[in-house]
């Protein structure tokens, strides 16, 4: 069975040559330039904004790539911007390049080398003759794809600051498969200088991926491991997916007779592309993952894969059929554009003539509509001046409400067990005659009064966090039965010290989908309030129901329990403030009501016959979002 090479450079051939020196990873400058683009208010600056995002979208995503371009290249038409429109047919080339589509891809660089040549950009009529050379490269005319980077080698020397040879020598290297060793490592040797000397982190990279490559051909495989694990680390650390990629695809060639390593190196390159939407890869790399699955034997995996496949392709055709739409559509604008300008140059003598009549009334209504114009804009000032003053007063208002909520509940909260602790100290120093007995006794109360004072500053920190920032929902599997189990560790000296007895009978296979912070704060809260009101020698009893829609969780204890009265006021903070027990419960259970909402649940409790207290809470059998 004849297996695929595996893929060196893909990335590498197309990412140099239509892409600029940038020191960091693709997806970050994508990210960069879309969020400044709302900010542009300079048309110019706009139409290099939006070639510079359809440059850096051409191996993610090459509709996108040519979307931009016809985006800048029909504003910059607009604009009378000749560099801009340039710039744009250069997108709409390797959009097109990357589509298949040769030889329009071909014809549109030549004319934009022209058009570079005529405005004297010597560095992008160098790059312009490096993409062509990759096209040639694509369609196997090695002849051509020589000579091309041999003319890019040659004007690129004319330039001053020659940082871009650094890129076209790599580059000559990677398209002349047939240079001797000694001659790629001249070439790359050469590139290195310029690369080290302008600090170019990108090529760095990229030329020890080269000498690695290089090392591997020779058949120097010790040589060449050190080069690929320094690629790898310094690609991932920069953040530049394209690399990391090419550095994997370097690690299954050094492991070219192990095909469970090719296989688990390429598994890996495809997750990358994959969660970083490298489209143009992923077919490549799932046909060389196919071919050593099948390897392997096992029918489920090479079904997945086949489908993986199956998925990729029917993606790619889909968005050619699209493109070749949108191409057809450009060129019918193009030829629009063409016969619009014809039309407009005729009719521009019979405009002036009409806009040289029509300046006096212009004038005129232009004074008179500016005059209203103020007017209005005057009026509506006002009215959002208003509606300002109006919302910073509800905010105010709304802060100085929390503000006085929140020193109620720390006055209350920590005045009494301050006093307590306070006034036991002081009787301890005062009356150095105490026993041992009575001294260890006081020293338990300052540690429980210390003890309540810390849960009650964890609980009000968290409903500061709940207040101030919110909480993002995180699902994942969880058993019920191991955290309650959890948080009654917490609570461990609690029960000894009142000899509660604690009863998990949640099931041990219930599993729910849920944010695990969330749920355990409410589970650690009710505990805490079931061990509190609890008599010594209680019992707490937790258990757990499975419905269609809903778990449902029952913590039970055997305390006082509650009136009806205050079964009402359980879940809801209020200014009315009774002792700072209560008050500190009503903060956690108003927190624990608020969780188990955005968890998609509700929240109750019901006295228990004879005596004591049930709280419940019920959870989504599957919650997704919050």
Same mark, same amino acid.
């Given at each position: ?181 000694d001659s790629a490592r001249y070439y790359v040797a050469k590139s290195s200088e ?16 080269? &000498? $690695? #490559? ?6 120097? *495989?010790?040589?060449?491991?050190? %080069?690929?694990?320094?690629? /790898? =680390? ?39 592309? &994959? $969660? #970083? ?6 077919? *490549?790399?799932?046909?060389?993952? %196919?071919?050593?699955?099948? /390897? =392997? ?55 002036? %003539? ?265 959870i989504p059998v599957e919650k997704t979002n919050v």
């Open positions: 069975m004849h297996l695929p090479k595996p893929i060196r450079y893909i990335a590498i051939i197309l990412f140099f040559c239509l892409c600029n020196n940038y020191a960091q990873s693709q997806s970050a400058f994508i990210q960069q330039e879309q969020r400044k683009l709302p900010f542009i208010k300079d048309s110019v600056i706009l139409v290099n904004s939006l070639n510079r995002l359809g440059m850096l979208y051409h191996l993610k995503n090459s509709d996108s790539c040519f979307y931009y371009g016809m985006k800048a290249k029909a504003m910059a038409i607009r604009l009378r911007y000749t560099k801009g429109e340039t710039d744009a047919d250069n997108v709409i080339a390797t959009a097109l390049y990357l589509k298949g589509l040769f030889r329009e891809s071909l014809e549109l660089y030549s004319k934009v080398l022209s058009a570079y040549r005529k405005q004297l950009d010597t560095t992008n009529a160098a790059m312009v003759l490096m993409n062509m050379s990759t096209v040639y490269r694509g369609i196997a005319d090695s002849t051509h794809a020589k000579a091309f980077c041999l003319q890019a080698i040659q004007t690129g020397r004319k330039l001053q600051k020659d940082s871009i040879m650094s890129t076209i020598y790599a580059n000559y290297c990677i398209v002349n498969s047939s240079l001797s060793y310029i690369a080290n000397r302008f600090k170019d982190k990108r090529m760095m990279i990229v030329i020890m991926q080269l &000498q $690695a #490559n290089n090392l591997l051909n020779k058949g120097d *495989k010790q040589g060449a491991l050190p %080069l690929i694990e320094r690629s /790898l =680390s310094e690609s991932k650390k920069a953040g530049m997916e394209f690399f990391e990629i090419n550095s994997l695809g370097l690690f299954a060639d050094y492991y070219s007779n192990k095909p469970d390593s090719i296989l688990s190196y390429y598994n890996r390159a495809y997750a990358l592309a &994959q $969660a #970083n939407g490298y489209v143009y890869l992923k077919v *490549k790399i799932l046909k060389v993952i %196919l071919a050593y699955t099948e /390897l =392997s034997g096992n029918k489920d995996k090479i079904i997945k894969v086949h489908s993986l496949i199956a998925t990729a392709l029917t993606a790619e055709n889909d968005n050619l059929k699209k493109f070749i739409g949108d191409y057809i559509k450009y060129n019918e604008i193009q030829d629009d554009n063409t016969l619009l300008g014809i039309a407009n140059r005729s009719s521009k003598t019979e405009i002036w %003539l009409l806009f040289s009549c029509c300046v006096v009334s212009i004038v005129l209504i232009i004074i008179i509509y500016r005059l209203y114009q103020v007017s209005r804009l005057h009026e509506h000032r006002q009215a959002q001046l208003n509606l300002q003053i109006q919302d910073r007063n509800n905010t105010l208002h709304e802060a100085d409400e929390f503000k006085n909520k929140l020193i109620s509940i720390l006055a209350h909260d920590f005045r009494t067990p301050l006093i307590s602790t306070i006034s036991i100290a002081r009787m301890m120093r005062d009356n150095p005659g105490f026993t041992d007995i009575e001294m260890e006794q006081f020293y338990g109360e300052i540690e429980t009064d210390a003890t309540r004072m810390l849960e009650s500053f964890d609980t009000i920190l968290q409903w500061i966090k709940q207040q101030l920032s919110g909480y993002r929902f995180k699902a994942e599997s969880l058993l019920l039965h191991d955290l309650f189990n959890e948080s009654a560790e917490l609570f461990y000296q609690q029960l000894d010290e009142k000899k509660i007895t604690f009863t998990n009978q949640v099931p041990d296979h219930m599993t729910i989908s849920s944010d695990r912070e969330m749920l355990q704060f409410v589970n650690r809260n009710l505990l805490s309030n079931a061990i509190r009101f609890s008599p010594e020698g209680g019992t707490i009893k937790i258990t757990a129901t499975q419905s269609n829609d809903n778990f449902t969780i029952a913590v039970a204890d055997n305390g006082p329990g509650m009136d009806n009265t205050t079964i009402s006021k359980l879940f809801v903070v209020s200014n009315q403030l009774t002792s700072s027990t209560q008050q500190g419960a009503g903060i956690a259970l108003s927190m624990c009501k608020d969780f188990i909402g955005m968890l998609g649940g509700r929240i109750w409790a019901e006295n228990k016959e004879p005596n004591g207290a049930i709280f419940y809470y019920t």
